[in-house]
């Protein structure tokens, strides 16, 4: 229907052009973060971190077989040896029990002190084998020939652009922060190279929450795992991820977008690095 314009001219009628703009619009909102600039600043300082170790904890290489319990890492986001694990999980598509220890942090201590003799992280616990490891280049190597495929060896660790890269975050998931702690442990679905998903799991190690990490990198050679979410949501209705872990998520949210959190205790799952934050330093930041 059309209706009268200035000077008496009737206004054009909404065309299918319209509905393009709208669109593009719509899109460049979304990929600016005009919606939530704030997390679009922190997201680009938490990208620099991620540029610093670009050939890490992004691409996902697979594994042979995966554990049949989770295994569990006592660890801590800022550490720069945390790291390196925590890129190779990432990289072979493997779940992880998180127990979060940053300084300052009590809460997971005399559980690490009774598997380890000491309070050192990294420190991984392998209930499928037993297997109690620390130091980081030990447990990558271990994790590649348990889990990884027999022609892809242990990356090296390269600690001086990890060390770099913990220091490009401040004291962002550093220090532990009073709270409660929850009833069950939370989920996270995330990569480790993902500068939102970062933010996020500071906010976690700060408040010491522990919670099982989904790892979900990006398939190798596919193009649409680089395209934003909301874009893949909305117009590759056809998409299916190549690899195990995107799979699930993608089944059991509907999308593939992290951060994504899951909190058996109340209930909630939701999108959005600010949201996840918020949340929960108000149900368990004290």
Known sequence: METAGKAGRPARSATADDSVIAEALSFGKSALGLEDPGTRLRALASFGTSLLRINRGVIVKGHRQAPEKPLELFEAEYCPFCRHVREALTELDLDAMIYPVPKRGKRFHPQLKKLSGKTKVPFLHDPNTGIKLGES??????????????????????????????????????????????????????????????????????????????????????????????????????????????????????????????????????????????????????
């Open 137 to 286: 280049e030990a447990i990558v190597k271990y994790l590649h020939e348990q889990y990884g495929h027999a022609w892809d060896k242990a990356p090296e660790r390269k600690i001086a652009t990890s060390t770099l890269a913990s220091a490009s975050r401040g004291k962002n998931g550093m220090f532990a922060h009073a709270s409660r702690k929850p009833r069950k442990a939370l989920e996270l679905y995330s990569w480790e190279g993902s500068p939102y998903a970062r933010l996020a799991r500071e906010t976690l190690c700060e408040l010491e929450i522990p919670y099982l990490l989904h790892n979900v990198g990006k398939t190798p050679g596919s193009h649409a795992d680089y395209m934003p979410p909301e874009y893949r949501a909305k117009y590759m209705h056809d998409y299916m991820p190549g690899t195990e872990n995107r799979r699930k998520f993608l089944a059991r949210a509907g999308k593939v977008q992290v951060p994504y959190l899951i909190d058996a205790n109340t209930g909630v799952a939701m999108f959005e690095t600010r949201k996840i934050q918020e949340y929960l330093r108000k149900t368990y930041g004290a």
